[in-house]
């Protein structure tokens, strides 16, 4: 079946460690997003990439880092300037160009805490 | 002044009642609208666009008021399955604009 996965499910870092979060999308999505979700609050985007080798800061990029090298996946690097961590992260793909009223598709998420 | 705006709830009703969910967005160029649904420690998933005209499938109709900038989401004979929260999303170009969402939960 076509769709979005993410992995790991449920990722612990450690103090000063890089994690990186994977998203693959089988849907020859276009497009390709992050997003990060904290509780009480909608989801902010992080990155995003609308081609190969090409890719663009969200509202809320400093201490994450992406790559988008195939079209199939845009994996996410938590790095360890990022003090707060601790989220429920999305992946989301979209076709581009399209109509104008084309919604975004989810992975199921990783959830990432701090040990 | 949020983007996206949204009542947080919760709504609390009985099975079988009729609920409403408004949305306020803030940019009027906005050009495409939706309504997601997300359960508990789960990805939101699609429900509906939003269609200027109005439109319904099954026991929802979502609404569009580009003059006064809101979008609402109407839900009849609420089951219980219909307990989640509901996120308003409006997209300008291709960026997507969350609302943190309405809790509802659904009771015998």
């Known amino acids: 079946d076509g769709g979005i996965t993410q992995s790991p499910k449920y990722l612990f870092r450690k103090e000063g460690q890089n994690v990186t979060l994977s998203c693959e999308q089988n849907?020859?999505?276009?497009?390709m997003y992050w997003y990060r979700q904290d509780p009480g609050q909608g989801l902010r985007l992080i990155y995003y990439?609308?081609?190969?080798?090409?890719?663009q800061k969200g509202d809320i990029a400093e201490g994450y880092s992406v790559s988008r090298e195939k079209k199939e996946s845009f994996p996410l690097t938590v790095t360890s300037a990022q003090k707060n961590p601790t989220a429920f992260y999305l992946c989301?793909?979209?076709?581009?160009?399209?109509?104008?009223?084309?919604?975004?598709?989810f992975g199921d998420g990783t959830r990432l805490s701090i040990l | 002044r949020k983007e996206v705006e949204q009542d947080p709830g919760p709504f609390n009703v009985p099975e079988g009642a009729t609920v409403a969910f408004n949305c306020t967005y803030s940019n009027s160029a906005s050009q495409s609208f939706f309504w997601y649904r997300q359960d508990c420690r789960k990805e939101p998933k699609l429900l509906m666009s939003v269609y200027s005209s109005g439109n319904e499938d099954g026991r929802f109709t979502a609404q569009l008021n580009r003059a006064s900038q809101y979008i609402s989401l109407l839900i009849r004979d609420s089951k219980l399955s219909d307990s989640a929260t509901y996120l308003c999303v409006v997209k300008d170009n291709n960026d997507m604009r969350f609302g943190a969402g309405t809790r509802l939960t659904v009771k015998p």
């Open positions: 849907l020859n999505h276009d497009a």
């Open positions: 990439s609308q081609i190969v080798n090409d890719f």
């Open positions: 989301a793909s979209t076709h581009i160009p399209g109509p104008s009223n084309q919604p975004q598709h």
